[in-house]
């Protein structure tokens, strides 16, 4: 069985979540792979045992990301009331 340590798949969890925001055409699809790059991040952080910083980091990511995510769905809902989206 082959065993991938800790920081590595932090790494790939990065790098996953790079590419894939990159590749992705939809802004949803952006944001979730941005909350996969900053899980990537955040698990980086606490692989090297700074976990004040890993448990701040992950509530500022996470409300980033919901507030990101409610101003999209508010700019999806303003384009569709002026008739700009499709």
Known sequence: MVMIEFPYAAVI??????????LQTRPIDKILMLAVLGDGLISMIAAYQYLDVAMAS???????????????????????ARGELF
């Open 13 to 22: 969890l990065m790098i996953v979540g790079a590419i894939g925001g990159l």
């Open 58 to 80: 992950s509530f500022m990511t996470f409300v980033g990301i919901i507030i990101i995510m409610i101003g999209l769905i508010r700019t999806l809902e303003i384009k569709k």
